[in-house]
């Protein structure tokens, strides 16, 4: 089970959706809209996991907060293609989902949580 779950994603309704989707790998899940309530949230909580939206975040943020936050990153776009995924492994992301397919989203916090 992964400690802490944040989900930034600018569209609430689809907040709401991962938050209940995801919510059994996890004591808490925290909503925010933007990289800085990420980054506040991630000082006063154990962030382990976060789904993260690439309409906010690129590539390099995406880096940092793997490697500066040690926060484990499951990127998510209304369309990914190759080049994202690629780009998102290579950044340090689990995976690269479609932002409404919240079985593959489970699936890549598995992975973290064996």
């Not at 995406?62 to 990153?73: F, K, M, N, T, Y």
């Not at 209304?78 to 479609?98: K, S, V």
């Given at each position: 089970m992964a400690s802490n779950i944040?989900?930034?994603?600018?569209?609430?309704?689809?907040?709401?959706?991962?938050e209940a989707s995801v919510r059994r790998f996890s004591k808490s899940v925290f909503t925010v809209r933007s990289l800085s309530e990420l980054r506040s949230l991630a000082a006063t909580s154990a962030i382990r996991v976060c789904v993260?939206?690439?309409?906010?975040v690129n590539f390099q943020?995406?880096?940092?907060?793997?490697?500066?936050?040690?926060?484990?990153?499951v990127c998510t776009h209304?369309?990914?293609?190759?080049?994202?995924?690629?780009?998102?492994?290579?950044?340090?992301?689990?995976?690269?989902?479609?932002d409404?397919?919240?079985?593959?989203i489970c699936q890549a916090?598995?992975?973290?949580?064996?």
């Open positions: 944040a989900i930034l994603q600018n569209d609430p309704a689809r907040a709401r959706n991962l993260a939206d690439l309409d906010i943020e995406v880096a940092h907060l793997r490697r500066q936050l040690g926060i484990e990153i209304h369309a990914p293609d190759d080049f994202m995924w690629t780009e998102a492994l290579g950044a340090g992301a689990i995976d690269c989902c479609y409404d397919d919240a079985p593959s916090i598995q992975k973290i949580a064996a």
